[in-house]
């Protein structure tokens, strides 16, 4: 059986359908979502790759990042789509999760809104909090989110 390889492609963007972030600090927090999401808060990948990015300072974004991942699985009301960390291109989710994280600080309004979407919950201010966190880190250390 031979497969048309408009098909694939049409199914990979149906299923992947934003790009990949271009902005480095978007792509690191991608992949700690990913890595943590497929194994774990505690992935050993996602440690070095913070400590190769951060440096000294890589304590503060990893405990944060991990923080937003459990509160992320301990509030959602549906699943959230994570791809592998070899794809090129993100999920619905995953793009949520960064905007997200791009907003919490300077439109957290739009956060909130994008957030109650991604959970299916309007009572998410601690998770906010979380991602507001997340991007102050990200921010101090000199690797602001943008989308």
Not at 3 to 16: E, F, G, K, Q, R
């Amino acid at each position: 059986m031979t497969t048309n390889p408009l098909s694939i492609s049409a199914m990979t963007v149906a299923a992947l359908p934003h790009a990949m972030p271009r902005c480095a600090n978007a792509r690191l927090a991608l992949f700690a979502v990913r890595r943590m999401g497929a194994n774990g808060l505690s992935d050993a990948h996602v440690a070095h790759a913070f400590v190769t990015g951060f440096g000294e300072g890589f304590r503060r974004p990893l405990v944060l990042i991990r923080a937003l991942m459990a509160d992320l699985a301990g509030s959602s009301n549906c699943p959230i789509a994570i791809a592998p960390c070899c794809c090129a291109r993100t999920t619905a989710a995953e793009a949520a999760v960064l905007t997200i994280l791009s907003r919490a600080e300077t439109a957290p309004d739009s956060a909130r809104l994008l957030l109650a979407d991604l959970l299916g919950s309007r009572r998410n201010d601690g998770v906010l909090a979380s991602a507001t966190a997340v991007a102050q880190a990200f921010a101090d250390a000199g690797r602001p989110i943008a989308m």
